[in-house]
C-alpha cells in the first residue's frame, strides 16, 4: 500500500520560492517520480520528472525555475520553486510516472500572488 503525501505548499509573493515535498510510504524506488499541477478549471499536467536515477526533465513553463530532485533513502521527491509567477497558482500533485490513479491523494495548494 503506496501512499504519497504532499506538503510545502503556501501562500507567496509573485517573485518568490517555495520548496515542496513529497513523501512516499515506500515502493516506488524504481519509478519514474513527477509532479504535476491542476488550475482551476483545467486539466493536471506533468510539470517535471525525475527517474529512479535522477534524470529530470520539465515542462517549459517550469524549466530554469522549478528542480525536481529525489532523496530515495528519505523517500522523498521534493520540488524546489524558484521566481514564482501568479500563473503558478494550483494545486500540486506528486505521483509516479505514467501515472497510478490510486496514488493521487489531496495535493499542495500553491497561491501567488502579484
Known amino acids: 500500500q503506496v501512499q504519497l503525501v504532499e506538503s510545502g505548499g503556501g501562500l507567496v509573493q509573485a517573485g518568490g520560492s517555495l520548496k515542496l515535498s513529497c513523501v512516499t510510504s515506500g515502493g516506488v524506488s524504481l519509478n519514474t517520480m513527477a509532479w504535476y499541477r491542476q488550475r482551476t478549471g483545467n486539466r493536471r499536467t506533468v510539470i517535471a520528472t525525475?527517474?529512479?536515477?535522477?534524470?529530470?526533465d520539465y515542462d517549459e513553463d517550469v524549466r530554469g525555475r522549478f528542480t525536481i530532485s529525489r532523496d530515495d533513502g528519505k523517500n522523498t521527491v521534493s520540488l524546489e520553486m524558484n521566481d514564482l509567477k501568479p500563473e503558478d497558482t494550483a494545486v500540486y500533485f506528486c505521483?509516479?510516472?505514467?501515472?497510478?490513479?490510486?496514488?493521487w491523494g489531496q495535493g499542495a495548494q500553491v497561491t501567488v500572488t502579484s
Open positions: 525525475v527517474s529512479h536515477t535522477g534524470y529530470a
Open positions: 505521483n509516479v510516472r505514467p501515472t497510478r490513479r490510486e496514488l
